[in-house]
């Protein structure tokens, strides 16, 4: 294997672990939302910000390693926000 071939490898490796991430947190939050608090609550409030920020260090270290582009790293935590807001405002509207 080259040593291209290996970089290009751990890049798609680093994303693929990153976009699980983000789908782990967005189950996370499904869960608490369907089952535990509601979006107002405190420890929503807390649970959220914890694993969003967390997600974030991981895409600026995937980042600062060069594995992945700033623009990707900003891509999955937008995709993330723009589902957690429409799972947030479906839990309103019920």
């Known amino acids: 294997m080259l040593a291209s071939e290996i970089i290009v490898d751990h890049q798609e490796k680093a994303y693929a672990i990153l976009q699980a991430d983000a789908e782990k947190i967005l189950k996370l ?5 369907d089952n535990l608090t509601m979006p107002q609550c405190p ?3 807390e649970v959220l910000d914890t694993q969003m920020f967390g997600l974030s260090r ?3 270290f ?3 390693l060069g594995l992945i582009d700033v623009k990707d790293g900003k891509a999955i935590l ?3 926000e723009r589902e ?3 799972l947030h405002d479906a839990s309103i509207r019920k």
């Open 58 to 60: 991981e895409i600026d």
């Open 84 to 86: 957690l807001s429409v």
């Open 29 to 33: 939050i499904k869960v608490q939302m």
């Open 62 to 64: 995937a980042v600062r």
């Open 78 to 80: 937008d995709k993330l």
């Open 43 to 45: 420890l929503y409030e």
